[in-house]
């Protein structure tokens, strides 16, 4: 695809990796100049320097005949004329836009075509806010993410020694859980990626990628790791937007302290939350982390604008005795080197967000996206459509399906009982060798390279006669 990327930010440096990597051809705009000379020189992608809502530099990144535009500057404003603009004068076909002002979704009808023009909008802020909240829902988690609104959740655990399943083949799953259907869609050893089989015993420390109803995901936790108590305090460093989103989230159903150390921020977070602790004070100060009871929380959750600050603070709450500990972390070398020491989760907000994103880049009808092991990994939602003739998916048994190796259709989504007047409700089926592909399903495929995508979006790529 040809894609315009206006805004050179985190986030928009966090996409055009992803995008470069599967060689689509990006162009980037932004205003600094230097910023844009070391992406260029990174990434294998084309430079504009200039203002995003400009006709005249629009028109030289090459909207007259790109495909898609992808607005994530720092400023709503810039971001709604730009998709605007793209639209009126260029006839853009498809235009994102970054929204962090939670006005617009109270106001969708600002967005539609008569107004900004914005097709899909995106709030990074929001994503990672939602992240967090189901960590801190499923603690012992390294990662959970929800298909299918909600039906389906594919969680990342640690084995630990001493699981009820730890030295056991993963075809064990089936007696120790008879009623619960659920798929190991991956296994991450020492790094490397394993592709289970029945016969696989999964070890201690494996990392394990497991995908069954949300309704059971706490019973298939409970046989890999161990499963702690439910968390009650939360201790919050920076009351930034993902810090004021995250305690407003969660203050009706945990304790929640918050930590900020510009007074005027603190003072104004602190008339917008109910039910939090505001307090004034520098999240690596271990005296005001002592007073404060680090010891008695359940969780300290690192969300200052400095990464450094975040990584210091997670530290030093874990050595003071906070139970479990997580970081946000912009840079994703330091996402890899700190997780798993004092840091239990260490999450990149870019990589988070970029998902939503990704779902409106994939080719096919890919209905979501979820980045897996800092980028490295992907889980895709896509539905199946044609028919025998026209699909190489559809009416066939799985294990005729040609996947690329390393790739796995875990589970899938049907809908049952639909009418005109009402869609029908999922249900769950995990993928065996014999179940065949029905038109309409919602198929999860795990891919453990990102490399491998592009084959499975051909792969479910309809013919020309589907049209």
Do not use: W
């Amino acid at each position: 695809m040809k894609i315009i990327l206006l805004g050179a930010g985190q986030v928009g440096a966090s996409v055009a990796e992803n995008l470069v990597s599967e060689a689509n051809d990006i162009t980037m705009v932004d205003t600094d100049a230097d910023h844009l000379a070391v992406l260029r020189d990174r990434l294998d992608l084309r430079t504009v320097c200039g203002n995003a809502a400009s006709p005249s530099v629009l028109k030289e990144a090459g909207a007259e005949d790109a495909d898609l535009l992808i607005a994530v500057t720092q400023s709503d404003q810039t971001n709604l004329c730009a998709c605007r603009i793209a639209r009126t004068l260029f006839n853009l076909p498809t235009r994102i836009a970054r929204l962090r002002s939670s006005d617009f979704v109270d106001h969708p009808e600002l967005l539609n075509l008569e107004n900004f023009a914005v097709d899909f909008s995106i709030c990074p802020e929001q994503i990672v806010t939602d992240y967090i909240r189901r960590l801190i829902e499923f603690p012992e988690a390294l990662q959970v993410v929800d298909f299918a609104d909600g039906a389906l959740s594919l969680i990342a655990v640690r084995a630990f020694e001493g699981g009820p399943l730890v030295g056991h083949p993963i075809k064990a799953l089936r007696y120790h859980m008879p009623n619960v259907e659920v798929r190991v869609s991956a296994i991450y050893r020492q790094g490397e990626p394993i592709i289970p089989e029945g016969d696989t015993f999964i070890q201690p420390g494996d990392e394990v990628f497991c995908l069954a109803a949300s309704a059971n995901i706490r019973r298939v936790m409970r046989e890999l790791t161990h499963i702690d108590r439910p968390m009650r305090r939360i201790m919050i460093a920076g009351g930034g937007n993902i810090g004021l989103r995250l305690a407003r989230a969660i203050e009706s159903d945990y304790e929640v302290k918050i930590l900020e150390y510009d007074k005027r921020r603190a003072e104004a977070i602190a008339i917008e939350l109910h039910n939090t602790l505001v307090l004034r004070g520098d999240s690596t100060d271990e005296n005001l982390l002592e007073n404060e009871n680090i010891d008695e929380m359940d969780m300290f959750v690192a969300l200052t604008n400095d990464e450094e600050d975040n990584i210091m603070s997670a530290s030093l709450a874990k050595r003071m005795g906070a139970r479990r500990t997580l970081a946000l972390i912009n840079r994703k070398s330091y996402v890899d080197l700190v997780q798993g020491g004092h840091i239990d989760i260490a999450i990149s907000p870019a990589q988070t967000s970029i998902g939503s994103l990704l779902a409106h880049v994939r080719r096919g009808d890919v209905v979501a996206v979820h980045s897996l092991r800092r980028g490295a990994a992907e889980a895709l939602e896509i539905i199946a459509h044609g028919d025998e003739k026209n699909s190489k998916v559809v009416g066939r048994a799985i294990e005729d399906i040609r996947l690329p190796r390393g790739a796995t259709i875990g589970a899938l989504v049907r809908m049952e009982g639909a009418t005109e007047d009402s869609p029908g409700r999922p249900n769950v089926l995990m993928a065996h060798h014999d179940t065949v592909i029905e038109p309409e399903d919602h198929l999860i495929v795990f891919c453990t390279s990102k490399k491998l995508v592009r084959q499975v979006e051909k792969l479910f790529q309809v013919d020309f006669s589907f049209f």
